[in-house]
């Protein structure tokens, strides 16, 4: 059974930074694609980041391109999602998922979800 955990929200300021970790155990092998996402209260999950180890890509929406960037370490078998300038708008409870056959943003594809950390973005 595949485990997900993220780390490293927390509290910044306005035009700080933050690194996410998501560290997978199990049977992590059998999926390509890994993706964070994000829900902010009342608000729909919406993705933010996928990468796809088939054909090495990485994709971002619109609202984070430029300032996130996503990576991997397959010694550890954790994906990091460095953020940068980051916005109140960005303040949200980060999920990285997996299980997906390619990369999309409908959330219901993924079959294995973390319990997600807190980024606040605030002054």
């Known amino acids: 059974q595949v485990q997900l955990v993220e780390s490293g929200g927390d509290l910044v300021q306005p035009g700080g930074s933050l690194r996410l970790s998501c560290a997978a155990s199990?049977?992590?092998?059998?999926?390509?694609?890994i993706s964070w996402f994000r829900q902010a209260p009342g608000k729909e999950r919406e993705g933010v980041s996928c990468?796809?180890?088939?054909?090495?890509?990485?994709h971002y929406t619109y609202p984070v391109k430029g300032r996130f960037t996503m990576s991997r370490d397959k010694v550890k078998n954790t994906v990091y999602l460095e953020m940068r300038s980051l916005k109140p708008e960005d303040t949200a409870v980060y999920y990285c998922a997996i299980g997906a056959d390619f990369c999309t943003w409908y959330h219901g594809s993924y079959r294995s979800w973390g319990q997600g950390t807190q980024v606040t973005v605030s002054s």
């Open positions: 990468f796809n180890s088939e054909d090495g890509i990485t």
């Open positions: 199990g049977l992590t092998s059998v999926s390509n694609v």
